[in-house]
């Protein structure tokens, strides 16, 4: 299967404070999650990425891991600002069908000030 | 560098009306190019891809068609719109990795 479960559906969260997106795959062929940031009006923007090979993955305030074994990837970001706030979209690559992007729902994350 | 362009930006369409699309990528050769359309505050759904000139896979039935004119041009269509087309078109490519997709500003359709 090509599903990408994503939890939870909207976050809120006290400047300051960590938010985390927990996504699951179904397909054990997939090797590359990228993790894309989409603000209100706007095309999705790549914000950070992991492949099959490593298990974590930081860039400044944001973070992703990776579970290969249990098929679940998280996006963490530190010290949450203002701007943080959008709507967050997982996804898993599927080599085997044309190296589609399968999505998950999306997560709203709303950083109170 | 790399650049996507989609036009218009925004487009108010009747009911039955024709439509056209564009998405344009500069600064790159060969990229597979995708259209997506996002209801209002819901997920991206893949409608169309292409991995090169005239090569189109559709995803899901619809109302919709996709074409392929040129490496870096793909085009989305339709004969008749629908109250139901209206939504949010994104138009993505990948370069020749065929992993990280990079999104255009999109274009908001609002069929009336």
């Known amino acids: 299967g090509e599903n990408v479960e994503q939890h939870p559906s909207t976050l809120s969260v006290q400047e300051g404070d960590s938010a985390v997106i927990k996504c699951t795959y179904s397909?054990?062929?997939?090797?590359?999650f990228p993790w894309y940031k989409q603000e209100l009006g706007k095309g999705p923007q790549l914000i950070i990425d992991?492949?099959?090979?490593?298990g974590e993955k930081k860039d400044q305030r944001i973070a992703v891991t990776l579970n290969k074994t249990a098929k679940h990837f998280s996006l963490h970001i530190t010290e949450t600002q203002p701007e943080d706030s959008a709507v967050y979209f997982c996804?898993?690559?599927?080599?085997?069908?044309?190296?589609?992007?399968?999505f998950g729902a999306g997560t709203t994350v709303t950083v109170r000030a | 560098s790399q650049t996507i362009h989609q036009w218009p930006a925004t487009l108010v369409q009747p009911v039955g009306s024709p439509l056209s699309l564009e998405c344009t990528v500069e600064?790159?050769?060969?990229?597979?190019l995708y259209w997506y359309r996002q209801a209002a505050g819901r997920g991206l759904q893949l409608l169309f891809y292409?991995?090169?000139?005239?090569?189109i896979s559709s995803e899901v039935p619809q109302n919709l068609s996709a074409s392929r004119p040129q490496d870096r041009q793909f085009i989305l269509s339709s004969k008749k719109l629908l109250l139901s087309d209206s939504g949010f078109y994104l138009c993505?490519?990948?370069?020749?990795?065929?992993?990280?997709?990079?999104f255009g500003p999109g274009t908001r359709l609002l069929v009336l």
């Open positions: 993505a490519w990948t370069g020749n990795e065929r992993e990280t997709q990079y």
């Open positions: 397909d054990s062929a997939s090797n590359y």
């Open positions: 992991i492949r099959s090979n490593v």
């Open positions: 996804a898993a690559l599927f080599p085997l069908r044309d190296y589609k992007l399968s």
């Open positions: 600064g790159t050769s060969n990229p597979n």
């Open positions: 292409s991995v090169g000139i005239g090569q």
